[in-house]
Nanobody
């Protein structure tokens, strides 16, 4: 079992930055790929970014490439999402998630554990 707790959400203006953090507890953190997803009102939960458990390779959805950066610290059991140049369309609840090894990290169905989410609101 893995427990995930997100923090760092808030209200910002377009063009500003936020850093989300996810703290993990439970089973061996470094054996899990970690991802960030988001869900806007009335929309499905969508993939944002992920970092693999093995080689630290990363993947991003096209709309955030060049603006968002995912990173992890296995010593601290944390995964962060640095979000720069935020846009109103980035407004959503952001969820941290953990996936077992050897799974495609951009696929939502491959994630076994989820946090409760943190709200990010970007005003224009």
């Amino acid at each position: 079992q893995v427990q995930l707790v997100e923090s760092g959400g808030g209200l910002v203006q377009a063009g500003e930055s936020l850093r989300l953090s996810c703290a993990a507890s439970g089973r061996t953190f470094n054996r899990y790929s970690m991802g960030w997803f988001r869900q806007a009102p009335g929309k499905d939960r969508e993939f944002v970014a992920a970092i693999s458990w093995s080689d630290m390779s990363t993947d991003y959805t096209d709309s955030v490439k060049g603006r968002f950066t995912i990173s992890r610290d296995n010593a601290k059991n944390t995964v962060d999402l640095q979000m720069n140049s935020l846009k109103p369309e980035d407004t959503a609840v952001y969820y941290c998630a953990a996936a077992a090894p050897y799974r495609q990290i951009s696929r939502r169905s491959n994630y076994d554990y989820w946090g409760q989410g943190t709200q990010v609101t970007v005003s224009s």
